[in-house]
């Protein structure tokens, strides 16, 4: 009996393994056959001629620090459009396949990103004030406490302001995000399943700093700021503010939204890029240029990242979505473990870990086939 406990165990996790690895070689061809697409029609990018001496050095360091891949097609997009010609760039299909694995603990994301438990993790004050959260035909107040539907649909329908609904667990790029009317919302929670069976917190809007604000009135504009673990030090891998475009009301890039590098003292870049890396200097529908411009507050936001960083000790990397709100105090949005964004970061400011990148080569060498440290960091 122990002799086949120990062989249906082996055979278990052989299958994970197998399942693993199928999902990594999946998702590295997705993501390579992403950049090719991008660099095959992007205007920029496709009359660029390859510097084929400064790809045969990426080619050969990537090859010796990360055992043997060698596609250099992000080296090429990136150094296109930001001039920087850098080997240390880190290909999306390395980092989000093989790399993140390492930093982070990917299989306990959700629970830390679950936006119903946001309030064990944070201090309410520093967290957009939620009226109810939706989960699995229960509606909680912004307690905790158990009431009923109709309690909640009547307090909604007498509620004449807007509100943002988000999804608990997964949100980003502005996905499933609804903003809409107390009374509006009422309705969807009566008559609508995908709302009164699934996970959702509903949200009083951010009123945010008149600062961030003048850009893109119509969106609550933010920073993503990308933090990591060195030692026993939180520092800071990049960071940029991102501003809503059109009839938009987030500012995420995949929604249409744009990024300006943010530099150490708050202040941001002269100009903006979208996600396909084209550049502004002046936001297209309010006309306000964004040299000059300084994120009120940003050294409290760093701070605001740098201390829960330090409280959570199974990732590594971080990135933060931050609002300031009308007093430069930042504003928890969510966080990010499982895909930190990494496109934006390396476009603005080039290499991802910069003058990081030998230590984070060496701690992914060190620790990427050490089982014990896998399965139990």
């Known amino acids: 009996m122990i002799r086949r406990a120990k062989f249906n165990r082996g055979i278990k996790i052989l299958y994970h393994k ?221 960071a940029y503010f991102r501003i809503g475009r059109g009839n938009t009301k987030v500012d995420n890039g995949g929604q249409g939204g744009i990024m300006c590098s943010i530099d150490p003292s708050g202040q941001i870049s002269e100009y903006a890029i979208d996600m396909e890396g084209k550049k502004q200097f002046k936001h297209e529908d309010s006309g306000l240029k964004y040299n000059g411009f300084i994120v009120p507050g940003y050294k409290k936001a760093v701070n605001f990242c740098k201390s829960y960083h330090k409280q959570i000790l199974r990732f590594k990397i971080i990135s933060w979505d931050i609002a300031i709100d009308e007093n430069k105090n930042p504003i928890f949005i969510e966080y990010n473990f499982r895909r930190p964004a990494i496109h934006g970061h390396q476009i603005l400011d080039g290499p991802l870990f910069g003058q990081h990148t030998k230590y984070f080569i060496n701690y992914y060498l060190k620790h990427k086939n050490n089982k014990n440290f896998i399965e139990t960091f």
């Not at 050095?57 to 596609?71: A, H, M």
């Not at 107040?141 to 007498?158: F, T, V």
């Not at 509006?184 to 809007?205: F, H, R, T």
Request: aromatic letters at 12%; proline letters at 3%.
């Open 18 to 238: 197998l399942f693993f690895y199928q999902r990594r070689v999946f998702e590295t061809s997705r993501l390579e056959k992403g950049i090719k697409k991008t660099i095959r029609t992007d205007p920029l990018i496709k009359v660029a001629k390859k510097d084929k001496a400064y790809l045969s050095d990426v080619k050969q360091f990537l090859r010796s620090n990360f055992c043997g891949y060698k596609n250099t097609d992000w080296h090429h997009y990136y150094s296109c459009l930001n001039g920087n010609k850098d080997l240390r760039y880190i290909p999306d299909g390395l980092f989000f396949t093989t790399l993140i694995d390492v930093y982070n603990r990917i299989d306990l994301h959700q629970a830390y990103t679950d936006k119903t438990s946001y309030d064990i993790i944070f201090n309410k004050n520093s967290l957009p004030e939620t009226l109810f959260k939706l989960h699995r035909g229960r509606i909680f107040d912004g307690e905790n406490k158990l009431i009923m539907q109709n309690e909640a649909i009547s307090y909604l329908q007498n509620l004449n302001e807007e509100l943002i609904v988000k999804p608990a667990i997964f949100s980003g790029g502005g996905k499933n995000i609804l903003v809409d009317f107390a009374k509006n919302i009422a309705d969807l929670i009566s008559k609508n399943p995908d709302y009164s069976e699934g996970s959702y917190v509903i949200q009083k809007m951010i009123i945010q700093h008149k600062e961030m604000a003048k850009f893109h009135p119509q969106s609550v504009n933010t920073c993503r700021i990308m933090t990591a673990r060195i030692g026993s030090e939180i520092v800071v891998l990049g």
